[in-house]
């Protein structure tokens, strides 16, 4: 189930981002180890499973993107 990202939803390597304009699938890769809450998010294409896509704070993850939340 997809739910938008509030502070309740906890991020996570790994976890399902579905994009509100398209609905097309995306995972959250590493967060950024330069002490801010950036995110790494890629394609969840196989031919582009490596290519990072965009490093967002959860702000702006939380304008783009749905969550994948456990039930």
Do not use: C, Y
């Amino acid at each position: 189930m997809f739910e938008p990202i509030t502070s309740e939803i906890d991020l996570h390597t790994g976890q399902v981002l579905k994009e509100i304009a398209t609905g097309t699938l995306f995972e959250v890769g590493v967060r950024m180890r330069d002490g801010s809450d950036k995110w790494e998010v890629r394609e969840m294409e196989p031919e582009n499973h490596a290519r990072i896509i965009m490093v967002a704070d959860r702000q702006t993850l939380a304008m783009k993107f749905f969550a994948e939340a456990e039930d």
